[in-house]
């Protein structure tokens, strides 16, 4: 089965600039997840989606961070304007969550590399 | 709040030797899953193995084993005849369910080498 696609897989903008990358689920995968992860550090939880609500973003710099699941399959985020302290890789995973089968794999992307200069 | 903690930033083995990282959490969950995830250097987080805490019995997955002691809170990962290919970040993850989403924390990771 295809992976969790993810792009682009690198990244170099000026601060106060805007980006935005681009997640595309496993098939089928209710819930999409976004992470930050910063050099050093395990990955950090920026937003939850279930289908295209969003369930956490309780840790999503809400200022300048923004992201969307739109129909409930791709999602983009979008940093505007970024920070030098935003230099991290952005994980996309996805998750088969329904009713009757909880706590399942989350699979993972590539991540998106993103250098602010 | 749950929490997971890997206390060993970085760790050595030698290629065929067995190695042992650590993980500890924090929950007052009754039901929930670890995992342990391998991130090489391509950066794609792959399961290496998981376990059910209401399952008693120690996951293993060919080289690699778990101890679980759910008293103590402790999730560690054995990796046995190590392999170069091993090399990578190893991150912990705890995952429960709340209101029938999943959630997920990792641990800061620990990097492992692999000495030929």
């Known amino acids: 089965e295809a992976g969790v696609a993810q792009s682009p897989r690198y990244k170099i903008i000026e601060k106060r600039q805007s980006v935005a990358f681009w997640c595309n689920p496993i098939?089928?995968?209710?819930?999409l997840y976004w992470y930050q992860q910063i050099l050093g550090q395990g990955p950090k939880l920026l937003i939850q989606?279930?289908?295209?609500?969003?369930?956490?973003d309780s840790q999503l710099p809400k200022d300048r961070f923004s992201a969307e699941r739109l129909k409930g399959v791709d999602s983009t985020l979008k940093i505007q304007p970024a920070k030098l302290e935003d230099s991290a890789v952005y994980l996309c995973?996805?998750?088969?969550?329904?009713?009757?089968?909880?706590?399942?794999?989350?699979?993972f992307g590539q991540g998106t590399r993103l250098t602010v200069v | 709040a749950q929490t997971v903690t890997q206390s060993q930033p970085e760790m050595s083995v030698q290629e065929a030797e067995t190695v042992t990282l650590s993980c500890t959490y924090d929950?007052?969950?009754?039901?929930?899953?670890l995992f342990w995830y391998k991130q090489p250097p391509s950066r794609q987080m792959i399961l290496v193995i998981r376990?059910?805490?209401?399952?008693?019995q120690n996951a293993t997955e060919n080289r690699f084993s778990v101890n679980f002691q759910k008293a103590a809170k402790s999730f560690s990962l054995k990796i046995s005849d190590s392999q170069l290919g091993d090399a990578a970040m190893y991150f912990c993850?705890?995952?429960?369910?709340?209101?029938?989403?999943?959630?997920?924390?990792f641990g800061k990771g620990t990097r492992l080498h692999i000495l030929p």
């Open positions: 929950t007052s969950e009754s039901d929930y899953y």
């Open positions: 995973a996805s998750s088969l969550v329904a009713p009757t089968v909880q706590n399942t794999e989350a699979f």
């Open positions: 993850a705890y995952s429960w369910s709340m209101n029938r989403d999943d959630k997920i924390i």
């Open positions: 989606f279930q289908n295209n609500g969003v369930v956490d």
């Open positions: 376990q059910e805490a209401y399952k008693q």
């Open positions: 098939s089928g995968h209710a819930t």
